[in-house]
């Protein structure tokens, strides 16, 4: 069945560096896409990034530059890279299956998050 | 900056209905945003229980359902439970290839 399972999470000081990891199963990398979406502590969620079926990235604006989404579709697992950690990036990071649409004219909303894993918790402080 | 508006909270009696919105406060909400619903209990995971704006996923009850009401994607409950209670989150694609979510709204059931 569909499973993905993040990993990589912990603490952090301010201006380090984390990679996180989502183990996929179920499902190959190179038909679904998947997100990142995240949550700080007593807040609501906020989309990070998307990686495509074909490998084409997309990222929140407010991130950019330092969070950026990647895959090794030999190993399905999906990797987001975080730099320059702050202290508001503390929250659990999800990451989210996609549905199916392997076509370059799916429109990009149709690639909701359908399928959830449990979470990674990151702490940045000193 | 795209900004998506939710009621903060709510409250619905058992068996009542109970309608939970999602706007955009600069445009209209329509299917091209691809509304998509989730259920958040304290400590879990989201749960999609809506995508494209009417389409109920897998197992979700049909006492849940979605629509475009006026200018905005709506979820409504119709004849709450008790176990109903819990987060609802919004979520829009208004093109770009950018996510929003809307900020949440607590569902009350008492």
């Known amino acids: 069945q569909v499973q993905l399972v993040e990993s990589g999470g912990g603490v952090v000081q301010p201006g380090g560096s984390l990679r996180l990891s989502c183990a996929v199963s179920?499902?190959?990398?190179?038909?679904?896409?998947a997100h990142w979406v995240r949550q700080a502590p007593g807040k609501g969620l906020e989309w990070v990034a998307f990686?495509?079926?074909?490998?084409?990235?997309y990222s929140a604006d407010s991130l950019r530059g330092r969070f950026t989404i990647s895959r090794d579709t030999s190993k399905n697992t999906v990797f987001l890279q975080m730099n320059s950690l702050r202290g508001e990036d503390t929250a659990v990071y999800y990451c989210?299956?996609?549905?199916?649409?392997?076509?370059?004219?799916?429109?990009?909303?149709?690639?909701?998050?359908?399928?959830w894993g449990k979470g990674t918790t990151v702490t940045v402080a000193s | 900056q795209t900004v998506v508006t939710q009621e903060p909270s709510l409250s619905v009696s058992p068996g009542g209905t109970v309608t939970i919105t999602c706007g955009l406060r600069s445009d209209s909400v329509s299917g091209t945003d691809y509304p998509t619903w989730y259920q958040q209990t304290a400590g879990q995971a989201p749960r999609m229980l809506i995508h494209s704006t009417d389409t109920r996923s897998s197992g979700v009850p049909d006492r849940f359902s979605g629509s475009i009401l006026g200018n905005k994607a709506a979820l409504t409950i119709t004849g709450a439970q008790a176990d109903d209670e819990s987060d609802y989150y919004c979520v829009l694609c208004p093109g770009g290839g950018n996510w929003v979510f809307g900020g949440g709204t607590k569902l009350t059931v008492l």
């Open positions: 989210t299956k996609t549905s199916y649409c392997k076509s370059i004219t799916c429109p990009l909303g149709y690639y909701y998050m359908d399928v």
């Open positions: 990686i495509r079926y074909d490998g084409n990235k």
């Open positions: 179920g499902f190959p990398l190179t038909t679904y896409g």
